[in-house]
């Protein structure tokens, strides 16, 4: 088993993750001058990154 400590680093480890996979999505979008599809209000937008 592990620990509360073990399970919050490894909480922290995988959003500093996602960060950087979110960050490197918007700047390949960017590159490629291509529209990110997102969900906002529970409708699919389409947003040009900036």
């Known amino acids: 088993m592990t620990t509360v400590k073990e399970q919050m680093e490894l909480r922290d480890k995988l959003l500093a993750g996602l960060d ?3 960050e490197k999505l ?3 979008k ?3 001058n291509s529209v990110l ?3 906002r209000d529970g409708k699919i937008t ?3 990154p900036e």
Do not use: D, L, N, S
Request: hydrophobic residues 40%; without cysteine; glycine residues 0%.
């Open 46 to 48: 389409h947003v040009k």
């Open 20 to 22: 950087k996979a979110y």
């Open 37 to 39: 599809v997102v969900m």
């Open 26 to 28: 918007i700047e390949y």
């Open 30 to 32: 960017k590159q490629k």
